[in-house]
């Protein structure tokens, strides 16, 4: 089954504590992102990447990381966790083709709460 | 950069009935593509509907169908024959063409009564 995986689903942690998202599609997409979901602002991109190896800053890449390593794999790492990053967290891959127009595929979320 | 402005926070409608969830957007391009997507409870991400703003031809999806008005820059959702599981948060989102970032609007609380 074609899918994005997130892990975990929920966390609840404390300021300053590193911690990581990982984010894995099955689906050899190129093109992977990030995005955080707020009341009353809708998603914001993260970061994204298109292929390994090149990733991006979106519109609000400030206090997290990410890398490319693999073509499946995009972590979401958080070195100095603050209470304004608590959020919903959705990360989302998607072939490219000749254009970025193919459908994105979302994962579950993950819920992140900094105490 | 792209903006996404979806202007009506809540909406409901009837079982069975029509609703049309508006959207405007701004940009400076000339290609690019747009996309209403659907959210229920679940939170979930579920594509509904998109439109690549070249074809003047409004896309349709089964219930689905979108009044893209390209001057305007506005890109409403029409939802015909209301089912209870439409109920769902409903965001629009663009792209450039030509580049790699996704832009989304605030999201319409579409609640379906029966």
């Known amino acids: 089954e074609a899918q994005v995986t997130q892990n975990p689903r929920y966390l609840i942690t404390v300021t300053g504590k590193k911690l990581t998202v990982t984010c894995s599609q099955n689906m050899n997409h190129e093109y992977m992102s990030w995005y955080r979901q707020d009341p009353g602002l809708g998603l914001r991109q993260i970061y994204y990447?298109?292929?390994?190896?090149?990733?991006d800053k979106g519109d609000v890449p400030e206090g997290y990381k990410v890398s490319r390593k693999e073509k499946r794999n995009f972590p979401l790492i958080l070195e100095s966790p603050s209470p304004n990053q608590t959020s919903l967290y959705f990360c989302?891959?998607?072939?490219?083709?000749?254009?970025?127009?193919?459908?994105?595929?979302f994962g579950p979320g993950t819920r992140l709460t900094v105490l | 950069a792209q903006t996404v402005t979806q202007s009506q926070p809540e909406m409901s409608v009837q079982e069975a009935e029509t609703v049309t969830l508006s959207c405007t957007y701004d940009t400076s391009e000339n290609n690019y593509y747009l996309f209403w997507y659907k959210q229920p409870p679940s939170r979930q991400m579920i594509l509904v509907i998109r439109q690549e703003a070249y074809k003047q031809q409004n896309a349709t999806e089964n219930r689905f169908s979108v009044n893209f008005q390209k001057a305007a820059k506005s890109f409403s959702l029409k939802i015909s024959d209301s089912q209870l599981g439409d109920t769902a948060m409903y965001f629009c989102?663009?792209?450039?063409?030509?580049?790699?970032?996704?832009?989304f609007g605030t999201g319409t609380s579409l609640t379906v009564i029966p």
């Open positions: 990447s298109m292929n390994v190896e090149v990733t």
């Open positions: 989302a891959s998607s072939s490219i083709g000749r254009s970025l127009t193919d459908t994105q595929y």
């Open positions: 989102a663009s792209t450039r063409r030509s580049g790699n970032q996704f832009y």
